[in-house]
């Protein structure tokens, strides 16, 4: 059974996500459909900003730390190049893998026998962020817990010159 501390810091922990979430697909949709850059520069570019975003809401909401720590700063960057390079990864590997259709949307002018465009959204694209993100989400969730905010976190090759 879940506790209710880890409910609590779960669903902090969604709530970020989520807006993280929409911050990285919409850099990421913007940046690769409306100005054409390649997918992969996109993506990691809008991982890098959400990730900052996520560390100080996380770090100040979920888990409730104020205090400024070098280590834990490190930890976490170190948990965002893991779970960031599988992000970026697990995205490629998605849109390689699902078909590319489209969703439309469209404004129908019936006395003129005229279709409009008036939303198009790549679904391959939409989908892809979807399973990276839930691929990131799970990894970054338990490092979190684990390893970056815990008070006394476990202690990895990463931690050695920690120990005295």
Do not use: H
């Amino acid at each position: 059974m879940i506790s209710r501390d880890t409910y609590i810091e779960l669903t902090k922990f969604g709530i970020v996500g989520g807006l993280c979430f929409a911050l990285d697909f919409g850099i990421y949709y913007g940046l690769s459909e409306g100005a054409g850059v390649p997918t992969v520069v996109a993506k990691s570019i809008s991982v890098v900003l959400a990730t900052l975003l996520n560390y100080y809401l996380n770090k100040s909401w979920t888990w409730g730390q104020s205090n400024r720590d070098s280590k834990r700063l490190a930890r976490y960057m170190a948990l965002y190049v893991v779970s960031g390079l599988m992000n970026v990864a697990s995205n490629e590997l998605f849109l390689n893998i699902l078909p590319d259709n489209e969703f439309q949307m469209l404004v129908i002018y019936t006395d003129r026998l005229v279709q409009t465009p008036f939303l198009t959204l790549k679904l391959d694209k939409f989908l892809a962020v979807i399973g990276a993100t839930l691929v990131g989400m799970m990894v970054n969730f338990l490092g979190q817990k684990l390893w970056v905010f815990k008070s006394t976190p476990l202690t990895f090759p990463l931690d050695a010159g920690d120990v005295k």
